[in-house]
């Protein structure tokens, strides 16, 4: 079993940055591939980014791209979200994700991933 707990979430303007956090707890972290989703009101929960278990490995939704950087310390069991240059159309419900999957190609489906967290929202003002 794995906990995700983030946080970071907030109001900002656009044109602002935001740091996300994932704090993770249980079975050993280095294991999983993690990944974070979004979710908007009305929306579905759409695929941001992931990284690979060492962290050489990145993946990024076109819409976040050059925007966007993640990052882990497996040091310390936590992934990282900065996101700066936010826009309005980045609001939303923010989510850290476990898997143990291997492929990069199942990366941005949620049903690769085993464990959520309960989100942070991120608030962007235009």
């Known amino acids: 079993q794995v906990q995700l707990a983030e946080s970071g979430g907030g109001l900002v303007q656009a044109g602002g940055s935001l740091g996300l956090s994932c704090a993770t707890s249980g079975r050993t972290f280095k294991d999983y591939n993690m990944g974070w989703f979004r979710q908007a009101p009305g929306n579905e929960r759409e695929f941001v980014s992931a990284i690979s278990r060492g962290g050489s490995t990145k993946m990024y939704a076109d819409s976040v791209k050059g925007r966007f950087t993640i990052s882990r310390d497996n040091a310390k069991n936590m992934v990282y979200l900065q996101m700066n240059s936010l826009k309005p159309e980045d609001t939303a419900l923010y989510f850290c994700?476990?898997?143990?999957?291997?492929?990069?190609?199942?990366?941005?489906?949620?049903?690769?991933?085993?464990?959520w967290g309960q989100g942070t929202q991120v608030t962007v003002s235009s």
């Open positions: 994700a476990a898997t143990t999957g291997a492929a990069t190609t199942g990366w941005g489906r949620q049903v690769t991933y085993k464990y």
